[in-house]
Nanobody, 114 residues
């Protein structure tokens, strides 16, 4: 199973970015898909998650600014990030949970700076 994340980059405060993560390989159905982030010197934290039935969960720090979505037919999860702040700077990792185990992507850097 491979998770390929893309869409990171450098953006100014107040800007927007859209991350995507495509899942390939052999696996059972994906129960939950999510995005985590890890800033330098900090622990990895949940940003947002979405179940197969599209129930979502967000970290308080991103509510109202980030939107997670998924395309089950394409096995892809997205994270639309708006009103970005310098404190959103981190490596963002996609994550999926199946019945058998959890898988992680390789991470994509998001830097919010003027």
């Amino acid at each position: 199973v491979q998770l390929q994340a893309c869409g990171g980059g450098l953006v100014q405060p107040g800007g927007s970015l859209r991350l995507s993560c495509a899942v390939s390989g052999s696996f059972l159905s994906i129960d939950e898909m999510g995005w985590y982030r890890q800033a330098p010197g900090k622990q990895r934290e949940l940003v947002a998650s979405i179940t197969r039935r599209s129930s979502t969960n967000y970290a308080d720090s991103v509510k109202g600014r980030f939107t997670i979505s998924r395309d089950n037919a394409k096995n892809t999860v997205y994270l639309q990030m708006s009103s970005l702040k310098p404190e959103d700077t981190a490596v963002y990792y996609c994550n999926i949970k199946t019945v058998m185990r959890t898988y992680w992507g390789q991470g994509t850097q998001v830097t919010v700076s003027s």
